[in-house]
């Protein structure tokens, strides 16, 4: 079986998980996702649509995607507009506190030197997240509880 269909597999028992079984829609939605129950599953759906896209600074697309490109598309994709780089994410969403966090929620990390934001993801549950590492490598999961990203964690923001 193909990654595709692992992917969307994954997502639907998230989803699940997240909507508490009743509310998400009993076929799959394809490139629909406005079907899905409510703007963070839209969020989700549309972020794990990535989900092995190759890294490109500034990329918003299938051929290549940043960290803030992932979120700007999936919150476009429900509807939410949200500014486009990742430190103008940090300051224009609702800071929220980390024991708050809920699926579709962004977590900001500290990377860089000087920049007190210079990566965000999108948050799933149990203290994963989707996000666009780094040049070479592919969107993916990563989780809050590994010691890289707990330490350079910085904040959480909800739109």
Not at 27 to 34: E, I
Not at 77 to 99: C, D, F, M
Not at 123 to 128: C, D, K, M, T, V
Not at 137 to 155: I, Q
């Amino acid at each position: 079986m193909n990654c595709r269909f692992y992917n969307k597999l994954i997502i639907l028992l998230i989803l699940l998980g997240i909507s508490g079984c009743g509310t998400f829609p009993s076929r799959d939605t394809g490139s629909n996702p406005s079907r899905l129950a409510n703007k963070n599953q839209v969020v989700i759906y549309s972020a794990m649509q990535y989900i092995g896209t190759p890294y490109q600074y500034g990329g918003t697309s299938d051929e290549g995607i940043d960290c803030s490109g992932l979120v700007y598309l999936a919150f476009q994709n429900a509807g939410i507009p949200v500014p486009r780089t990742s430190l103008l994410q940090y300051r224009k969403s609702n800071r929220i506190h980390p024991s708050r966090l809920l699926p579709g929620d962004l977590v900001f990390f500290k990377l860089e030197r000087g920049n007190p934001v210079s990566h965000v993801g999108i948050y799933i549950g149990n203290q994963r997240f989707i996000h666009a590492p780094r040049t070479g490598k592919n969107v993916e999961y990563a989780s809050l509880s590994n010691s890289f990203w707990n330490a350079r964690f910085t904040g959480a923001g909800r739109f």
